[in-house]
């Protein structure tokens, strides 16, 4: 399986926007783009699930803010977890 984001809520804050959602890896895969839903992400979090200690924590390999949906995520093999995004 390969790397798969998808968006499970959204808001407004003041006059941002805020989407979340949740990420899953496959075994062997260690991230890809998330599509956050945003015209222009500004920040996005990044929480590791499961049961088990992740030994290196998850990074986006971007330089924000970046216009476009999709940010480019590093993380652990096999990891599954959240996200939250804020922009426009």
């Given at each position: 399986?390969?790397?798969?984001?998808?968006?499970?809520?959204?808001?407004?804050?003041?006059?941002?926007?805020?989407?979340?959602?949740?990420?899953?890896?496959?075994?062997?895969?260690?991230?890809?783009?998330?599509?956050?839903?945003?015209?222009?992400?500004?920040?996005?979090?990044?929480?590791?699930?499961?049961?088990?200690?992740?030994?290196?924590?998850?990074?986006v390999?971007?330089?924000?803010?970046?216009?476009?949906?999709?940010?480019?995520?590093?993380?652990?093999?096999?990891?599954?977890?959240?996200?939250?995004?804020?922009?426009y």
């Open positions: 399986m390969a790397f798969a984001s998808a968006i499970v809520g959204q808001s407004v804050m003041g006059n941002k926007r805020i989407f979340w959602g949740t990420y899953t890896n496959g075994s062997g895969d260690t991230g890809g783009n998330i599509n956050t839903g945003l015209q222009s992400c500004q920040s996005i979090f990044l929480q590791p699930g499961g049961s088990s200690v992740i030994a290196t924590a998850p990074a390999n971007e330089t924000l803010p970046i216009a476009g949906s999709a940010v480019t995520v590093v993380t652990a093999d096999n990891e599954d977890g959240t996200w939250i995004a804020i922009g």
